[in-house]
């Protein structure tokens, strides 16, 4: 005789403890879940909603400085410390986790017009208006010791920007000229220039570092090779390009931001064209710089507002600004892909999440698994109209709604026009080929007639 009986495991509904949740068994047969999806868009949608309810981008402002911020630099080997260069010359090192400086300097007389920090992080150096490149020690003096560089190389010109070699004791200034230069050396190895322009800025790439880019006065963006000596190509843009950032994991793609407020995502292979054109910004682009994910990066611009775009795509998914905040000079991107830091004209330099409704902290097992469920629907039904209209709404200051409203009235005029145009073309065209073909019908006539009389 058989029997038929019942077996379950304790331990597929049984607690270990009293604290842990109670075990529900579930069949995950999709005939037995008919409304899953309505569920599941219902959640999506709770979910974008919740997003733009906790968006709280801004986390802190560091104010110090006693003239605009012109240039920033973060600490290679630190995630807590970056420098911060301003108008009237002064540098200073700030503690990002307390918030507040810890070092202030009086570097050069006149702007800071760059800097950049040794790839060991032992030191960094800066260039201002009294044509000066110093290095400067990232520990502060000792007690009675004064505040001095370690060198200071005089120049013969201005110089404007400066970066340092990611592996090797070289790093790059431009002013008239690229210069290469060995830190134990006073003149420069090698002196790089293709134009006569001045030039606004000189990047190394971080992953091929022989090569490095520069962006010239003169619409032109250059790129060299170190070990040749010599500029490899170039590529003229319609208006000037204030300066360059160089993907992080992908060695040929950089990103230009230009004055014509848009900025260009170029392969350095094929710069016949660009890759990619990021528009939004309504006046020019000053600065960029890509997260160390080379998935996105971060801009900065005249209009008064930071934006963050992905970099396969031609509009920014987020736009940061603040009632206080002024033109925007310069703009990083933290280490640890979290945090962006801006300084503007005003005088300070903000600190923003990278993700505006992301919570900061520590996460319980739950809120990660719940935080990662929501996300998944998210772009389950990115596409659904509801959804993608509050995921994309974003609230804007008048000046430039008005500014975005404007430019929009001005693109459709200008397409309406070249339709005409092409229209008008065609006609034009089709006309004339019309009056063509009958000359030379009439013609073809003509000539059959002659022969059938002649030969009759």
Same mark, same amino acid.
């Given at each position: 005789m058989r029997v038929k009986v019942l077996s379950r495991n304790p331990d597929d509904y049984v607690r270990?403890?009293?604290?842990?949740?109670?075990?529900?068994?579930?069949?995950?047969?999709?005939?037995?879940h008919p409304f899953e999806v309505a569920r599941e868009y219902t959640r999506a949608l709770n979910a974008t909603k919740l997003e733009r309810v906790f968006a709280k981008p801004f986390l802190s402002s560091l104010d110090g400085h006693r003239d605009g911020v012109n240039c920033m630099a973060k600490h290679p080997k630190s995630l807590s410390t970056v420098l911060s260069g301003a108008c009237d010359g002064e540098v200073r090192i700030w503690n990002l986790t307390k918030r507040q400086c810890i070092r202030a300097l009086q570097?050069?007389?006149? $702007?800071?017009?760059?800097?950049?920090?040794? $790839?060991?992080?032992?030191?960094?150096?800066?260039?201002?208006?009294?044509?000066?490149?110093k290095q400067w020690k990232m520990e502060s003096p000792g007690y009675g010791e004064e505040e001095e560089p370690i060198h200071t190389i005089l120049g013969k010109t201005v110089y404007t920007g400066i970066d340092h070699h990611w592996k090797d004791a070289v790093f790059a200034t431009c002013g008239q000229q690229v210069d290469i230069w060995d830190e134990q050396r006073t003149s420069p190895m090698c002196s790089l220039t293709w134009g006569f322009d001045s030039i606004s800025s000189v990047k190394f790439n971080?992953?091929?570092?022989?090569? &490095?880019?520069?962006?010239?006065?003169d619409r032109n963006i250059v790129l060299y090779?170190?070990?040749?000596?010599?500029p490899l190509k170039k590529v003229i843009l319609n208006m000037r390009t204030n300066?360059?950032?160089?993907?992080?994991?992908?060695? $040929?793609?950089?990103?230009?931001?230009?004055?014509?407020?848009? &900025?260009?995502t170029f392969d350095m292979r094929f710069l016949t064209s660009p890759v990619m054109v990021h528009m939004d910004h309504v006046s020019a682009v000053l600065d960029v710089d890509y997260s160390p994910t080379g998935k996105e990066f971060v801009s900065?611009?005249?209009?008064?507002?930071?934006?963050?775009?992905?970099?396969?795509?031609g509009h920014s998914r987020e736009v940061y600004h603040t009632k206080r905040m002024q033109h925007v000079i310069t703009v990083k991107w933290t280490s640890d892909s979290k945090y962006i830091l801006c300084g503007?004209?005003?005088?300070?330099?903000? &600190?923003?999440?990278?993700?505006?409704?992301?919570?900061?902290?520590?996460?319980?097992?739950?809120?990660?698994?719940?935080?990662?469920?929501?996300?998944?629907?998210?772009?389950? $039904?990115?596409?659904?109209?509801?959804?993608?209209?509050?995921?994309?709404?974003?609230? &804007?200051?008048k000046s430039i709604y008005c500014q975005i409203k404007e430019q929009r009235i001005m693109r459709e005029a200008r397409r309406r026009k070249y339709v005409f145009l092409f229209l008008l073309c065609f006609i034009f065209v089709f006309v004339l080929t019309k009056c063509i073909t009958t000359v030379l019908w009439q013609q073809c006539m003509e000539v059959c007639e002659r022969t059938s009389m002649s030969y009759f």
């Open positions: 270990e403890t009293k604290l842990d949740l109670q075990r529900v068994p579930r069949n995950y047969d999709p005939a037995l570097a050069h007389e006149g $702007f800071v017009r760059g800097m950049c920090a040794r $790839f060991c992080g032992t030191s960094f150096f800066t260039v201002g208006d009294d044509k000066t490149v971080p992953i091929e570092t022989y090569l &490095l880019g520069s962006c010239a006065s090779d170190m070990r040749q000596s010599t300066t360059l950032c160089w993907n992080p994991m992908e060695a $040929f793609i950089f990103t230009a931001a230009n004055e014509d407020y848009n &900025l260009y900065a611009s005249f209009d008064k507002s930071v934006r963050i775009f992905p970099v396969d795509k503007s004209d005003e005088m300070n330099i903000r &600190l923003w999440k990278a993700n505006a409704s992301e919570k900061l902290g520590v996460l319980a097992p739950r809120e990660k698994a719940a935080m990662n469920y929501n996300q998944k629907l998210k772009e389950k $039904f990115q596409h659904h109209p509801q959804i993608k209209r509050i995921a994309r709404h974003r609230h &804007l200051p």
